[in-house]
């Protein structure tokens, strides 16, 4: 099947035989190593994030293995394959995605909170409590109030210690967001440089044909384990210093081919996407605490107003009760 006298300087490709140099996007036999046209074998374009082991025809025949596919997440517009059996979607943020959509349909706007959570007809039964002498329930009423609010104080010195805790875990998110960035730019510089140092080596293999599609190997990995590193790891990290470090000499870069490096496999979209969900996590769950402190402002607002009219309406009472008197 596959001819002998192939031209020895042109590495070809697929069933269709081709140099590789259409753009089409391709995917990897993991059993022979050779890339096929997606859309040769009859697959939708994207389908490769589908395929979990993906096996040519002529391996198939000879090891009768099979193709092996994914579960596709169950966000309906989403080509993502899931995590199942740990989740039924692609990520966090698929997940998160519906969520939110469900919570915008049941969410209160913020200024309706206080007509939602405390009539203002409250305000106008205590003057009317005060005057009419009832001095149990008025210091009753009084005592609530400010237990109460003393209540509402004390957590909302948690909430803002909580909150104070997820804006430095953003500020955190952005360095490590910008940091993805130059990772990514450093792995092109070292790959550029590894591509270069080899070809002089080698000056006999083929040169590789350049704008090929974006699924075939063309390069180093490059990948930064110091993106693996963790939170109290990152506090320290000196991204200035590693921005001086000359990437050929850096020896937290992976240095093995793409096609070789089966442990980063597009470990620049899966960062980025870690860094999405982590992002759009910790957003929510702020903005949680936030629309909660908001709500507790408000009522300490409240309890403020009901022993400030009780302060007042006991005032009037007296002046009334010693002028009576006079
Ligand atoms: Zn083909
Ligand atoms: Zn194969
Ligand atoms: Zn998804
Ligand atoms: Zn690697």
Known sequence: MLADDSEEDEVLYCICRSNGEDNLPMILCEECEMWYHLHCLGFQPGDDE?????????????????????????????RHASRLPLSIYCSDACGIFLMSLKLRQINIHPDSVEQAGY?????????????????????????????K????????TTLNTQITR???????????????????????????????????N????????????ASIPKGYCGFDYRLLADDEDWEGLDVHQIENTPVETDALLCNLKESACSRHKEWRKMMEYK???HRSTLEAKQFKLQSRQQQLSLKVRHYD?????IAVAAAAKDAGAAQASS
């Open 50 to 78: 589908l395929i979990d082991v993906f096996k040519c025809p002529a391996c198939t025949e000879r090891t009768g293995q099979k193709t092996s596919w994914r579960v596709k997440c169950s966000r309906e517009e989403c």
């Open 119 to 147: 009539k203002v007809s409250n305000y106008t039964n205590i003057p009317s409590l005060v005057f009419n002498g009832d001095g149990d329930k008025v210091s009753s009423v009084s005592l609530a109030a400010n237990s």
């Open 149 to 156: 609010k003393q209540d509402c104080l004390a957590t909302l």
């Open 166 to 200: 997820y804006t430095n875990q953003i500020a955190l998110l952005t360095k490590q967001e910008s940091y993805h960035k130059l990772a990514v730019a450093r792995a092109q510089s070292l790959s550029s440089h590894l591509l270069d140092v080899n070809q002089t």
């Open 202 to 213: 080698s000056p006999d293999k083929p040169k590789k044909p350049k704008g090929r599609g």
């Open 275 to 277: 860094l999405q969900v």
């Open 305 to 309: 107003k009901v022993l400030e009219i």
